[in-house]
């Protein structure tokens, strides 16, 4: 099992930057494919980006392509999300994900999930 804690979120304006972080608990973080998902009011909680367990390759929703940014460091177990030339509509609760083995962009294939931060993004 691993416990994921997001930090990083807050209120930036548009056009701004920001650095999610997500932390993982176990000594197995390397096991495990990453994956970040948001949820804005009144939608359904989407994909953005996701990393393989080596970090060599990613997946990123067309949304969010060119902007952000996702890593990690096996070492911290700890993923990231560059968040750059943000937008209005990247408005929403943050959440980041595990899977064992391989990355994907769909939400149920997802076994673990943080708590969520908050990004707002204003005009």
């Known amino acids: 099992q691993v416990q994921l804690v997001e930090s990083g979120g807050g209120l930036v304006q548009a056009g701004g930057s920001l650095r999610l972080s997500c932390a993982a608990s176990?000594?197995?973080?390397?096991?495990?494919?990453m994956g970040w998902f948001r949820q804005a009011p009144g939608k359904e909680r989407e994909f953005v980006a996701a990393?393989?367990?080596?970090?060599?390759?990613?997946y990123y929703a067309d949304s969010v392509k060119g902007r952000f940014t996702i890593s990690r460091d096996n070492a911290k177990n700890t993923v990231y999300m560059q968040m750059n030339s943000l937008k209005p509509e990247d408005t929403a609760v943050y959440y980041c994900?595990?899977?064992?083995?391989?990355?994907?962009?769909?939400?149920?294939?997802?076994?673990?999930w943080g708590q969520g931060t908050q990004v707002t993004v204003s005009s």
């Open positions: 994900a595990a899977r064992t083995f391989v990355a994907t962009m769909r939400r149920n294939d997802y076994d673990y």
């Open positions: 176990g000594r197995t973080f390397s096991s495990y494919a």
């Open positions: 990393i393989s367990r080596s970090g060599s390759r990613t």
